[in-house]
């Protein structure tokens, strides 16, 4: 699986994905990094509501279950951030 489909992938996944604290992203970018050939780099908004939730514990979990789930795409480095916004 190349970059381009595995952010693809990733971005799918992540768009019926539910979480940490029960928190489903809103929105989400998964996309090639321009700096690192084999990075995605994942941005997740959590919602207004997400305020004060532990960001860190819920992008670990879901990068788990992205490399679980796909593990093709799992083999590329995966960048996470979420906000609350």
Not at 45 to 51: I, S, T, Y
Request: charged fraction near 30%.
């Amino acid at each position: 699986m190349d970059i381009n489909v595995a952010s693809e992938t990733v971005d799918r996944f992540l768009q019926g994905y539910t979480g940490k604290g029960g928190r489903k992203p809103t929105e989400v970018r998964a996309h090639p990094s321009g700096d690192d050939l084999n990075a995605i780099k994942i941005w997740v908004n959590l919602g207004a509501d997400a305020e004060g939730d532990d960001m860190a514990a819920w992008c670990a979990e879901a990068e788990a279950a992205i490399r679980a789930a796909h593990p093709d795409a799992g083999k590329y480095t995966l960048e996470l951030r979420a906000d609350a916004m």
